[in-house]
């Protein structure tokens, strides 16, 4: 399985241009990939002060960060998984769409466990969580805090995932972010493909440090700072 973890910082005051950029960025990841994982919220930054901010920016699962996204995973017959505030109608969720290397929507899971910067907007996920089986392999789909909650880890255990697209926005806390990634992805069971965002979000700073990583080790890993994209290729 040949990933890619896209390292991205959405431009809050243009939108459309944060779109379009990261575009380019999952094109680029896209070529010689089976799999490119996308930050959570990538294209409109995390933190919103109430629904109705949120409301300005949220979208249908086939809005226009799909539009964007779906050319470059059917041009690379590439699956891509990207974080996006989802609109289904009156109520707003932190979701991934899950796009299919034809180009098309294969799924879009809602985040079950919040963090506290969710709250002020986000209703908890009610989507579950689903093993995708391609010729590749098998991966799953987790988003930022789900890699706390035990009920995530024993899932994927179960499931077994030969990788797990892991959106986020970690925080950075002021340590080494990897080997806690590495702890979570022994108690998974899996690799994990943690594709991040850097920087200061007020009033949040964020890690960066997207990296593929398994029990044992960093396979590839990004620095704190700069849009970047990792490559690993995983065996079976």
Known sequence: MRVAAVQFKADRVNPKGARASLARWVGRAAIGSDLVVCPEMAATGYIFANRA?????AEDPTG???QAL???AKENAAWVVAGFPERAGDTLYNSAMVIDA???LAFVYRKTLLFEADETWA????SGYVAFETPFGRFGVGICMDLNDPMFLEWSTDSELDALAFPTNWLDEGGD?????RWRASQAGTTLI???TYGHDAPLDFVGRSAVVTAARVLAGAPKQGD???RATLKR
Do not use: I, Q
Request: charged share 15%; glycine share 6%.
């Open 64 to 66: 226009p960060t799909f």
């Open 123 to 126: 209703c908890p996920g009610d």
């Open 53 to 57: 901010a949120a409301s300005l920016v």
């Open 228 to 230: 970047v994209v990792v």
């Open 194 to 196: 943690a594709a991040n």
């Open 102 to 104: 034809r180009g098309e």
């Open 70 to 72: 779906r050319v470059h």
């Open 177 to 181: 972010v990897w080997p806690y990634w």
